[in-house]
């Protein structure tokens, strides 16, 4: 199993080596790749390094983390988590919603090091699941003739994992689903909408009939919410199994 890349960022070397030492202590199979004091220097690394999880401050110099946060939320696809430790209440809540789609959780100053270790635990335990995940999807939409390098594909594996994981989502896809999708990815919820349209109907000229049919066998119209509802529900029946 590959390491867990962590950054460190704070400004406060002492509590930045602090940490490092102690999450080292432990056998969480990570790789922190470096510690830095500013929102620039993050930034930088994130730019050029693979990265699962960045522990920032938002209190730092050139750029703080706000800062980088707002940075972050431009991204096409951010495939890390951010963990705040700060000590800015005032901010906090603000933050939270705001930028919730790639903040994991907020620790508020002073932390305890075992409740920062407990935390990062439950991110890697959660990454982990989430792998699996991923790879459970890939294997059930193989059986597909799907164009896997278009953006449609990308959207169609996220909202089926979206969608095992919380069912509710798919009770409404078009309002809930898609406009989680939509924020993940800095898109409108008619970009992922259509997109995931064409990519499916692409599918069904290119896959065989029968194939289709044995996934939906009383379906004679496999629109793209039938259709992720259907995998969604096979991938919950075989996993119970």
């Known amino acids: 199993?590959?390491?867990?890349n962590i950054i460190i960022?704070?400004?406060?070397?002492?509590f930045s080596t602090n940490v490092c030492n102690y999450l080292k202590s432990f056998d969480l199979n990570i790789n922190i790749i470096s510690t830095v004091s500013n929102g620039k220097e993050l930034l930088n690394v994130l730019?050029?390094?693979?990265?699962?999880l960045v522990i920032l401050d938002l209190k730092m110099p050139e750029l703080s983390g706000i800062d980088v946060l707002k940075e972050l939320s431009?991204?096409?696809?951010?495939?890390?988590?951010?963990?705040i430790i700060s000590g800015e209440n005032k901010l906090l809540n603000e933050i939270s919603i705001k930028?919730?789609?790639?903040?994991?959780?907020?620790?508020?100053k002073p932390v305890s090091?075992?409740?920062?270790?407990?935390?990062?635990k439950e991110i890697i335990i959660e990454k982990e699941h989430i792998n699996n995940l991923d790879k459970k999807v890939e294997l059930v939409l193989s059986n597909f003739n799907f164009n896997r390098n278009s953006i449609g594909y990308e959207y169609i594996v996220k909202s089926i994992i979206r969608g095992v994981e919380d069912e509710t989502l798919?009770?409404?896809?078009?309002l809930k689903l898609y406009n989680i999708i939509a924020n993940e990815f800095n898109k409108t919820s008619y970009h992922i909408k259509w997109s995931i349209q064409k990519c499916i109907s692409s599918m069904r000229k290119h896959t065989d009939s029968e194939i289709v049919n044995s996934f939906f066998p009383y379906c004679s119209n496999v629109t793209s919410k039938v259709f992720i509802k259907g995998i969604c529900k096979y991938i919950e029946e075989d996993k119970d199994e």
Request: cysteine-free; charged content about 20%; glycine content about 2%.
């Open 170 to 174: 798919l009770q409404n896809i078009q």
């Open 9 to 14: 960022a704070d400004d406060n070397l002492e």
């Open 47 to 52: 730019y050029k390094q693979e990265v699962n």
């Open 99 to 108: 930028y919730y789609n790639i903040i994991y959780k907020i620790l508020v």
């Open 74 to 83: 431009g991204f096409h696809k951010t495939n890390f988590k951010v963990l």
């Open 1 to 4: 199993m590959s390491k867990y």
């Open 113 to 120: 090091l075992r409740d920062l270790y407990t935390t990062v």
